[in-house]
């Protein structure tokens, strides 16, 4: 397996409009598109592009968000996780298993309408990763 | 100013080759050169090459590190901050100070060789930043 695109960097926040206002008010950046809910990560998405990749803003969704506990610990938001591509999902958590990291869950929908999974940060040096399986139209 | 591209994620460690064994052993990913010092940010740093973009990983150089502080909090390392381009390092100083984001110190020498500054976490939503004028020659 080889490393793959790097797809997005993840980024909790408390809110997602007080994210985007704050990309447009420093970077003129703007939204890809609207934010959308992803009840299976129990998170609310948004993207915002940088020219080869992109920033997804993550703000919870439901009481048992994921990222709940995360703004516990940062309540302004932060670096959440990092997404790499792999051109097979499955292939890829077959790898990671065999050697000896592990994979939380099995393969679900992801953000990018394609299945991801999340690979335990201890394995991977106190980094949050998804992996994503790289859609099929072009970037 | 609009959004450059994400040149990298800046990711601690506390050992640079352990984590080049991870990422060889996980994704079969070889580093950019060899590691290196950077006293101006008092780290040691090696690139990994994603297609579109890299990781950085960085390891406390000298006893005044700042990465020695987040590996108190984080022994087993993680993200620690994102760097996106600009074209011109002190336009966007200005741009960042005029919007009242602070900027922690002068523009520096980086790892590729060009002037980059830190933006305050605290005025960018929790996420480290690193603002780098793009390498003049080609990516």
């Known amino acids: 397996m080889k490393l793959g695109r790097l797809n997005h960097v993840g980024v909790a926040t408390p809110s997602i409009e007080d994210s985007l206002a704050l990309y447009a008010r420093l970077f003129g ?6 934010a ?15 020219p080869n990749s992109q920033i997804e803003l993550i703000e919870p969704l439901g009481p048992d968000s994921p990222v709940r506990k995360f703004l516990e610990k940062n309540p302004l938001g932060g670096q959440h996780h990092v997404c790499f591509e792999v051109p097979d999902i499955h292939a890829a958590k077959a790898v990671f ?3 000896g990291a592990r994979v939380l869950g099995e393969p679900r ?17 106190g980094v949050l ?3 994503m399986e790289t859609p ?4």
């Open 29 to 34: 950046a703007q939204p890809h598109g609207s």
């Open 36 to 50: 959308f809910d992803l009840p299976a990560q129990g998170v609310r998405v948004c993207f915002v592009d940088t």
């Open 97 to 99: 298993e065999a050697k």
């Open 109 to 125: 929908l992801g953000a990018h309408g394609t299945l991801v999974f999340f690979v335990h940060p201890k394995d991977m040096g």
């Open 129 to 131: 990763t998804e992996i």
């Open 136 to 139: 099929k139209q072009a970037h």
